[in-house]
């Protein structure tokens, strides 16, 4: 949604002034086109944990920052100031993944890659036990791929999650991202909310961030968890529940603050 001159000034002016919501929202859809031609201009890899929805969402936060700390009196085209913030946030993502082992990163592209293929071949999402074969790895070989995916994606800001309405039960499936530009920007509105959900849950402690990793990126079973992290299926039961638990309590201690 481009706005025209006139338009565009009036919502900068209300944003500055005001911090405008709507004003935010209209300026973020104007210039959306900028991280389209951001990830259009990187060498962006091919065999990556991070999928296009990932790179889209990336850069729509690399946006919203630019966006909130341009200075227009400053006579720098916004333009100019963006565009090297979202490719800078989109790069910081991506050297997130550079931690892992040579090792690891081999591991994290034949999952990826036999997981592609059966799900290209069969038309449908497929099981862990089909990708485990394609690979032919042993069920304890396999527990180590898990382990490297979980890793990689662990190692991401988890910054996708979505407002919850105060009237609903709390449901940590419904947070997981929507990857459409609507969807993101409505999260960006509630930036408060959503920065105390991510703090929370990047602050876990390591066991309980691979829980909650494998279990909604992975799409893994309690039973599948347990034993690529070497605990019981009652033991990933209740860590998960703990968690949601856990999560809920903060925020309604956030929203009655």
């Known amino acids: 949604m481009q706005l025209k001159e006139m338009e565009l000034k ?9 911090r405008s919501l709507e004003a935010r929202h ?14 259009q201009q990187m060498n962006l ?50 050297r997130k993944l550079d931690w892992l082992s040579r090792t690891a990163r081999k591991k994290v592209q034949d999952y990826l890659h036999a997981s592609d293929m ?16 394609r690979l032919n ?10 382990a490297a995916a979980a890793a990689a994606k662990a190692s991401m800001s988890i910054a996708e999650f979505q407002n919850q309405n105060d009237d609903e039960e709390f449901d940590l499936l419904e947070e997981l991202p929507d990857t459409s530009q609507e969807s993101m920007l409505s999260q960006i ?19 309980k961030r691979m829980v909650m990793t494998l279990y909604y990126y992975e799409n ?6 347990g034993k690529a992290l ?14 949601v638990k856990e999560l809920r309590d903060k925020l309604y201690e956030f929203d009655n603050a």
Not at 118 to 133: C, F, K, N, T
Not at 189 to 207: C, G, H, M, P, S
Request: proline share 2%.
């Open 10 to 18: 009036q919502y900068w002016d209300s944003f500055v002034k005001e």
């Open 26 to 39: 209209k300026l973020m859809m104007h210039y959306i086109w900028l991280v389209k031609y951001v990830l």
């Open 45 to 94: 890899p091919v065999s990556s944990i991070l999928e296009d929805s990932d790179f889209i969402n990336i850069g729509i936060l690399g946006l919203h920052e630019s966006l909130e700390r341009y200075e227009v009196d400053r006579g720098v085209k916004f333009e100019s100031y963006a565009i090297p913030r979202i490719k800078g946030m989109i790069q910081d993502e991506l």
């Open 118 to 133: 059966l799900r290209s071949e069969e038309g449908r999402e497929v099981s862990q036990e089909e990708i485990r074969s």
């Open 137 to 146: 790895v042993t069920p304890e070989k396999y527990n180590s791929y898990l």
């Open 189 to 207: 509105e509630n930036e408060e909310r959503l920065d105390f959900i991510t703090e929370y849950l990047k602050n876990l402690i390591q066991r």
């Open 220 to 225: 893994l079973t309690f039973k599948e968890i």
């Open 230 to 243: 070497s605990v019981s299926e009652s033991r990933v039961c209740q860590i998960h529940t703990q968690v």
